[in-house]
DNA sequence: AATTAGCGCAACCGCCATTGC
DNA sequence: GGCAATGGCGGTTGCGCTAAT
């Protein structure tokens, strides 16, 4: 027997939504909270699938959400998520405060995506990142057990969001770029992050990807991203990967992996992420493992 | 003015992961 | 551990608007 519908389909309301239909929806929801998803129409008194009202809720009637004039930082910083992360428009949106997946979905493919697709001055995407290695191994096997991809001369993919533990970016990073600034050592990108390292179960751990994950911004973050002197995409190029069982890959990307389960970290923007004092195995500088999406 | 093409966006669909029993 | 329910995600569709012909 296979999986019965969400709900059934007879009687029911579809395509767009009356304002009528959202006043009730967000009263409802207003009153008893998002969730239960699949009662919330019988109670409400909609004639709706559970599931469209939580897409209309989400992308549409939530609070906070922002519509339309998507910004040049914003469209700079969807780029460049979309570069590290590909599709996965859920993850980029949250990293885009008020905006939803859909709307990110719907504005790279009608806006970006062309620019891209047209070659489109001042608009490239990095050789074999993210989106175009998604592609090529998007039935592969090992994407269903969310395994980690490579792609030979590209960056690391992982197919799948995944849950990772937390990331603190601690009052020492200004602390810390205060003092680079006094000693005027030209190094702005020095940042000081602890990182929580996840459960050992949690084999496929992956720093950009935590960061990303658990980065909270604040109204000055696109400005100060934007800022940072980052490096090149080309970067990545030549580096080697230990992996957890340290077997060296042959790929030739970057990966920090912890060996075991463990506290806390410490490492540096534009330094070695290797450190003596935590069980971490020797990889390449942090800059060139993964941020050269920014 | 009528028709057509292109575009943007909301909504739907199917799949997969997680959760609860 | 197995199964069903639920939630979440990415891909796709289709409608409505607008510009071009």
Same mark, same amino acid.
């Given at each position: 027997?296979g !999986?019965? +519908?969400c709900? =059934?389909?007879?009687?029911?309301n ?14 409802y929801?207003n009153?008893?909270?998002?969730g239960?998803? !699949?009662?919330?129409p019988? !109670?409400?008194?909609?004639?709706? %699938?559970g599931?469209? %009202?939580?897409? !209309?809720?989400?992308?549409?009637l939530?609070p906070? &959400?922002?519509?339309? $004039?998507i910004?040049n930082?914003?469209? @700079? ?9 590909g599709?996965r ?5 949250g990293?885009?405060p008020?905006r939803?997946?859909?709307e990110i979905?719907?504005y790279?493919n ?7 697709q047209n070659?489109?001055p001042?608009?490239?995407i990095t050789?074999?990142g ?13 994407v ?10 590209? %960056?690391l993919?992982?197919?799948k969001a995944?849950r990772w =533990?937390?990331v603190?970016?601690?009052d020492?990073?200004s ?8 000693s005027n050592v030209?190094d702005?990108?020095k940042?000081k992050a602890?990182?929580?390292s996840? +459960?050992s179960?949690?084999?496929n751990y992956? +720093?950009v990807?935590?960061?990303?994950e658990?980065l @909270?911004m604040?109204? $000055?973050?696109?400005?100060?991203l934007?800022k940072m002197?980052?490096?090149e995409?080309?970067s %990545?190029?030549g580096?080697? &990967?230990v992996?957890?069982?340290d077997n060296?890959?042959s ?9 075991s389960?463990c506290?806390?970290t ?6 070695s992420?290797?450190? +003596?004092n935590?069980?971490?195995l020797?990889?390449?500088t942090?800059?060139?493992t993964?941020f050269?999406w920014?």
């Open positions: 027997m !999986r019965s +519908p709900c =059934s389909k007879e009687g029911l579809k395509g767009a939504w009356t304002a009528m239909e959202d006043k009730i929806l967000t009263e929801i009153i008893h909270g998002e239960k998803w !699949r009662h919330l019988k !109670r409400a008194g909609l004639k709706r %699938c599931k469209s %009202c939580r897409l !209309r809720w989400l992308n549409y939530r906070g &959400i922002k519509r339309g $004039n910004t930082d914003e469209e @700079e910083l969807i780029i460049r998520l979309h570069n590290l992360l599709n428009w859920s993850l980029i949106a990293r885009l008020g939803t997946d859909n979905k719907n790279w009608t806006n970006i995506g062309r620019k891209l070659g489109t001042g608009y490239s050789e074999g993210a989106r175009s290695t998604l592609n090529t191994v998007q039935d592969d096997q090992n269903k057990n969310q395994e980690w991809h490579y792609d030979k001369g590209s %960056c993919v992982q197919t995944t =533990s937390k603190t970016v601690s020492e990073i602390q810390h770029n205060d003092e680079d600034n006094k030209g702005h990108n940042m602890f990182l929580v996840p +459960p179960s949690e084999s992956d +720093p990807l935590n960061f990303m658990n @909270e604040d109204g $000055n973050f696109f400005s100060e934007l002197d980052l490096p995409s080309s %990545c190029q580096n080697k &990967i992996e957890d069982n060296p890959s790929v030739d990307k970057g990966y920090l992996s912890p060996k389960s506290e806390t410490h490492f540096h923007w534009g330094d992420l290797y450190d +003596p935590f069980d971490f020797p990889v390449t942090f800059t060139e993964g050269d920014l």
